[in-house]
């Protein structure tokens, strides 16, 4: 390897259009060609587009045009010198799947070597569950939190590299189970991350912006670049370091925490934020409390709130449900196993049976109401009868045909 050929930064953009947001995931394409001029940085962009019939039935009242429909599937560009040069055509690949995505980073780090890296996933989110949902397949799919983290992990040991920077255009991608994820190895990948103070606009980060601001900036340390932008993007946005110390430390806080509030006799009826925010120096876990809310600020790099959102910089689970399928995606997460906080969210006996049953690598299928809530985010003026619509239509127009379990 030539050292002459290892640029500052390599930013790997993975951009899974193959749904409802193939349109916004386009434009942030054309958008990116523009920007990318530097000598300094590698740019790497893999996309996936879903055709605009699906996107239009998804979107009834949007009136997408296709126009600027050319083709359909997975492909991978470099882009420079404001271009962008065809490297592979994937065709209809699942970008759900996290083998695309290991594949992806670890394929870009080898053949894009630069001193530092970025990756940046982008995607609707699904709280505790995963992002990214694909929409092009036999089923609709979505990748798991737990799932994601892996393949980023073996990517980077693989190509023997770190990424210094996750942005991650997700939305509820800062809560502490998400965020341990990511660092329940020692030798984890990702060091950084940059993301929405729980939800963001739909058109995305303006990832041009990003792009730009590391272009004009490749020599700055990692923190000041992070801190920068932050600033320059102008959304409602955290940034936190992700060490596997730290982040032990905080989960064991919140275990002890749990576990006192358990053993306190007699238990008091509480909610889990008047557990976790109590005021009340008597209480035995107040200092618990206080410990493990500091574990969490200590993680913030920096952020910046544009908007009155007055969501926590780093949440937690904090209500229980009787839903089992989210109870038991959430009992994959790490943070959830061994952590008494987990039994205060569900009955011990149920998170052993849970956990039992959940051991799969692959994406995940997404169940019709979880289609309908995706509709209903993108919809929200649509009435409930025309939402099961457009959900009855586009079930229909893709041939997904469920196991009878998930209908």
């Known amino acids: 390897m030539e050292f002459d050929r290892i640029k500052k930064w ?32 590698n740019t790497i962009l893999e996309i996936g587009r879903e055709n605009r019939t699906l996107v239009n039935i998804f979107r009834p009242r949007h009136a997408l045009s296709c126009e600027d429909e050319a083709w359909t599937g997975v492909r991978r560009y470099l882009l420079e010198g404001g271009q962008s040069f065809l490297l592979e ?98 030798g ?74 358990h053993n306190t006799s007699p238990i008091s009826e509480l909610g889990l934020n008047e557990i976790l925010f109590t005021n009340d120096p008597q209480l035995p876990w107040h200092t618990l409390a206080i410990r493990a809310l500091q574990g969490l600020e200590e993680l913030v790099i920096d952020y910046r709130r544009v908007s009155d959102n007055d969501y926590g910089l780093i949440n937690i689970a904090n209500t229980p449900t009787n839903n089992v399928k989210l109870n038991s995606l959430y009992t994959k997460l790490s943070f959830s196993k061994d952590n008494a906080w987990t039994s205060l969210l569900m009955k011990p006996h149920a998170i052993r049976v849970i956990q039992d049953k959940t051991d799969s690598r692959a994406p995940l299928v997404l169940a019709p109401e979880e289609v309908y809530a995706y509709i209903s985010i993108m919809n929200p003026e649509l009435a409930t009868e025309e939402k099961i619509y457009v959900l009855k239509k586009l079930i229909a127009y893709k041939s997904w045909v469920y196991p009878v379990a998930s209908t």
């Open 10 to 41: 390599t930013i790997l953009i993975y951009a899974n259009g193959n749904n409802d947001l193939e349109p916004e995931t386009w434009q942030a394409k054309l958008a990116i060609e523009t920007s990318c001029f530097s000598n300094t940085v």
């Open 89 to 186: 055509d994937f065709g209809k690949i699942n970008m759900a799947d996290p083998y695309s995505l290991y594949q992806f980073v670890k394929e870009g780090m080898e053949s894009y070597p630069a001193e530092h890296y970025m990756v940046v996933l982008g995607g609707h989110g699904y709280q505790f569950v995963g992002s990214m949902p694909d929409y092009s397949q036999e089923l609709p799919y979505i990748m798991g939190f737990p799932e994601m983290a892996d393949a980023l992990d073996k990517a980077c040991a693989e190509a023997g590299q770190k990424i210094d920077l996750l942005v991650a255009d997700i939305c509820y991608f800062n809560f502490i189970e998400v965020i341990y994820e990511f660092t329940k190895h020692a």
């Open 188 to 261: 984890h990948g990702v060091q950084n991350v940059l993301t929405y103070i729980c939800d963001g606009p739909i058109c995305g980060m303006p990832y041009a912006q990003i792009i730009e601001h590391i272009q004009n900036q490749p020599l700055c340390s990692i923190n000041d670049l992070i801190k920068g932008l932050v600033e320059a993007l102008k959304l409602d946005l955290v940034a936190f370091t992700l060490d596997h110390n730290m982040l032990e430390s905080v989960k064991h806080s919140f275990h002890q925490l749990a576990e006192t509030y």
